[in-house]
């Protein structure tokens, strides 16, 4: 099991300034938030070469391109041709860097009010993102977020069966399925087997209020609900559960740890991976 950092955490920085801030935090790798200024579709081949060369002097891997395109299920059509001319760009940058992951948005609705035509327009350009990955023997992951088809285990083995393609996995993200209000434990690592391909960590709560730096409302099977993001241990998605099945399954991949809560930067990541290595048993 290797730890990553994810950029978007250290967006602030610029790309180098966040390498060898991951390098420092003792991280095995970057898991890059393909957003300005760490990396888009629009970034030159030349940029990209500079970033594998910081990347490989540190001695670090970038297993993931986190893309924030797709969204297919609630676009228009130009807009999913622009998204899947975005995911070929990311795709071509996976080769530079050595990234064997490329996250794609699947899109909303939440699954308990999605349709079956949300299903099935996200399915085929998902498919079309995996027809081009798996010629360069890449891998396309769809996160498991609330508001979004991919929201449960269910939801999301649904969506993943119907692209049919055998490199389509999930990213198992407990935070995010603790704001659905959905089983993140043992059982939902059983449950997703060979297609939980990737790892994500961060914790958060149920709060009363918002205002506050790291509060944010979301829509939940519950209503408009308030929850406030935190550092591991401090929030209420008891990852224990989670780690143990990782352990158990022996779970070989990567963990990325992407906590957002108001603290800085540094300071969260450094906070968050200590703790993940604790309940790990790897202090």
Same mark, same amino acid.
């Given at each position: 099991m290797k730890f990553a950092a994810f950029s978007g955490?250290?967006?602030?920085?610029?790309?180098?300034?966040? =390498?060898? +801030?991951?390098?420092?935090? #003792?991280? $095995?790798?970057?898991?890059?938030?393909?957003?300005?200024p760490h990396l888009s579709a629009s970034t030159s081949a030349q940029r990209i070469k500079e970033i594998r060369s910081v990347a490989d002097g540190l001695?670090?891997?970038?297993?993931?391109?986190?893309?924030?395109?797709?969204?297919?299920?609630?676009?228009?059509?130009?807009?999913?041709?622009?998204?899947?001319?975005?995911?070929?760009r990311i795709l071509e940058a996976s080769l530079t860097l050595g990234s064997t992951m490329i996250r794609v948005v699947?899109?909303?609705?939440n699954a308990f009010l999605a349709q079956d035509y949300h299903y099935a327009k996200s399915a085929y350009w998902l498919k079309k993102c995996a027809v081009e990955a798996k010629k360069h023997e890449r891998k396309i992951v769809l996160e498991i977020h609330n508001i979004s088809l991919a929201e449960t285990?269910?939801?999301? =083995?649904? +969506?993943?069966?119907?692209? #049919?393609? $055998?490199n389509v996995g999930l990213i198992h993200d407990a935070g995010n399925m603790y704001i659905t209000d959905t089983?993140?434990?043992?059982?939902?690592?059983?449950?997703?087997?060979?297609?939980m391909f990737h790892v994500h960590v961060k914790d958060e709560k149920r709060v009363d209020a918002t205002g506050t730096p790291g509060t944010f409302v979301n829509l939940t099977k519950h209503g408009q609900e308030k929850f406030l993001q935190c550092?591991?241990?401090?929030?209420?998605?008891?990852?224990?559960?989670?780690?143990?099945?990782?352990?158990?399954?022996?779970?070989?991949?990567?963990?990325?740890?992407?906590c957002h809560a108001p603290f800085p930067a540094?300071?969260?990541?450094?906070?968050?991976?200590?703790?993940?290595?604790?309940?790990?048993?790897?202090?």
């Open positions: 955490v250290l967006i602030d920085h610029s790309i180098q300034e966040a =390498l060898q +801030l991951t390098k420092k935090l #003792g991280f $095995d790798g970057l898991e890059i938030a393909a957003r300005e001695g670090l891997e970038i297993p993931v391109l986190a893309g924030y395109m797709g969204s297919f299920s609630t676009a228009s059509d130009k807009e999913c041709e622009q998204a899947f001319t975005d995911f070929q699947a899109g909303g609705p285990v269910e939801s999301s =083995l649904r +969506l993943v069966h119907q692209v #049919g393609e $055998d089983d993140y434990g043992r059982d939902s690592v059983i449950g997703l087997g060979d297609r550092r591991l241990g401090e929030g209420e998605a008891d990852h224990q559960p989670l780690f143990d099945a990782l352990k158990e399954t022996g779970y070989a991949g990567w963990v990325t740890l992407e540094y300071e969260r990541l450094e906070h968050d991976l200590a703790k993940v290595k604790q309940m790990m048993g790897l202090a």
